[in-house]
């Protein structure tokens, strides 16, 4: 049976809204949300990934669209809910989504570059280690 990857593992990050996440208006500023996709998608990729392949590679962001939906307050339980959307050469588009409750807050699109920890160039995964981050589903 051969198997093919169609499904992104969803990952869960808890995200601590802290003191200087607030902004003048009584809610998180737009800068903590692309703090935060930036720490999610990182612990993604430590949490899912080889540990060999933590080591060999770094990433850095390219992109990063952000619709904001709802405001998120001090203390407010949130998770952001990361989702690996493609792989090409050395780069890697994401979705993640801001939710306190089942509430989304904001939703953010982003692309990252792949970049070997040792020469800082772009450097392209094994196929092996893509396939970590999505669910085997058999071919039919």
């Known amino acids: 049976m051969r198997l093919v990857t169609?499904?992104?593992?969803?990952?869960?990050f808890p995200i601590d809204v802290a003191q200087d996440d607030i902004d003048f208006m009584g809610h998180v500023n737009n800068a903590s949300y692309l703090k935060w996709v930036?720490?999610?998608v990182i612990s993604h990729w430590q949490a899912l990934a080889p540990v060999e392949a933590v080591a060999q590679h770094l990433w850095v962001?390219?992109?990063?669209e952000i619709t904001y939906r709802r405001p998120a307050f001090l203390d407010d339980d949130v998770v952001a809910t990361v989702l690996l959307e493609k792989v090409h050469g050395a780069r890697a588009f994401y979705e993640t989504i801001i939710k306190r409750g089942g509430e989304v807050l904001a939703e953010?699109?982003?692309?990252?570059c792949c970049i070997d920890a040792?020469?800082?160039r772009p450097a392209r995964l094994t196929q092996q280690v893509i396939d970590k981050f999505f669910v085997p589903r058999a071919a039919g």
């Open 6 to 12: 169609t499904a992104a593992l969803p990952y869960e």
């Open 38 to 40: 930036q720490e999610a």
């Open 61 to 64: 962001a390219l992109k990063h």
């Open 108 to 112: 953010v699109k982003s692309s990252w």
């Open 118 to 120: 040792e020469t800082l």
